[in-house]
């Protein structure tokens, strides 16, 4: 088991920045990779960005490119999610995953990932 917890979630205005974190613990030795996904009210679930745990191979979805930078730090077992140019449709609750395996679904899918965090809440107003 993989236990995730987000942090770094608030209220912010159009323009501004956030840092999310998420914490792995448990089998993290397991973990191929990492994702965030977010979905906003009424909407499924979308793919915003993933990095393979060790060679840091980073997968983007289009609407974040060059705003959005996923990194991860191994020795904390810790990924983030630096978030530029914030928008309002950026608005939504924000999850990490991590995925086991490199082969299977997609990166880009949500059915792709073992492990899901509780999510946090990004709320950017403009």
């Known amino acids: 088991q993989v236990q995730l917890v987000e942090s770094g979630g608030g209220l912010v205005q159009a323009g501004d920045s956030l840092r999310l974190s998420c914490a792995a613990s448990?089998?993290?030795?397991?973990?191929?990779?990492m994702g965030w996904f977010r979905q906003a009210p009424g909407n499924e679930r979308e793919f915003v960005a993933a990095?393979?745990?060790?060679?840091?191979?980073?997968y983007y979805t289009n609407s974040v490119k060059g705003r959005f930078t996923i990194s991860r730090d191994n020795a904390k077992n810790t990924g983030y999610l630096q978030m530029n140019s914030l928008k309002p449709e950026d608005t939504a609750v924000y999850y990490c995953?991590?995925?086991?395996?490199?082969?299977?679904?997609?990166?880009?899918?949500?059915?792709?990932?073992?492990?899901w965090g509780q999510g946090t809440q990004v709320t950017v107003s403009s």
């Open positions: 990095i393979t745990w060790t060679g840091g191979v980073t």
């Open positions: 995953a991590v995925r086991q395996s490199a082969y299977g679904s997609s990166w880009y899918l949500a059915r792709g990932y073992d492990y």
């Open positions: 448990g089998r993290t030795f397991n973990a191929y990779g």
